[in-house]
């Protein structure tokens, strides 16, 4: 079998749809790119250990932040791109500080 034949008769199990280790991999490249990700897994480890430090858990941090639990967690994975709104509703719900500012 020539390498032309292998590749045809291979290319007929090849899906059209990228596997998701793919598009998370691609997402991972491009948060690193933009540096964004490295500030999100910062977050999410203040914000695990102010969960653990006051006993609280995904449920009673999407209750204070009025959001899913499934949100609290894919927050703690640390591969979220937050919004300046998450930022500070998890500051209220946790009485953490995750931004720090001066004003002139």
């Known amino acids: 079998m ?6 045809a008769r291979l290319s007929r199990y090849q899906s059209d749809e990228p596997t998701k280790w793919m598009v998370a991999e691609e997402r991972i490249r491009y948060a690193k790119a933009k540096g964004w990700l490295r500030y999100s897994r910062k977050i999410a480890i203040k914000m695990a250990m102010a969960m653990k430090q006051q ?16 949100y609290i967690s894919k927050l703690l994975k640390g591969e979220e791109n937050l919004s300046l709104e998450t930022i500070c509703k998890l ?3 946790l009485n953490i500080a995750i ?4 004003f002139a």
């Open 2 to 7: 020539t390498q032309e034949e292998a590749i």
């Open 55 to 70: 006993g609280l858990s995904r449920q009673d941090v999407a209750d204070r932040m009025e959001c899913s639990p499934q």
């Open 99 to 102: 931004l720090q500012y001066e």
């Open 91 to 93: 500051e209220d719900a």
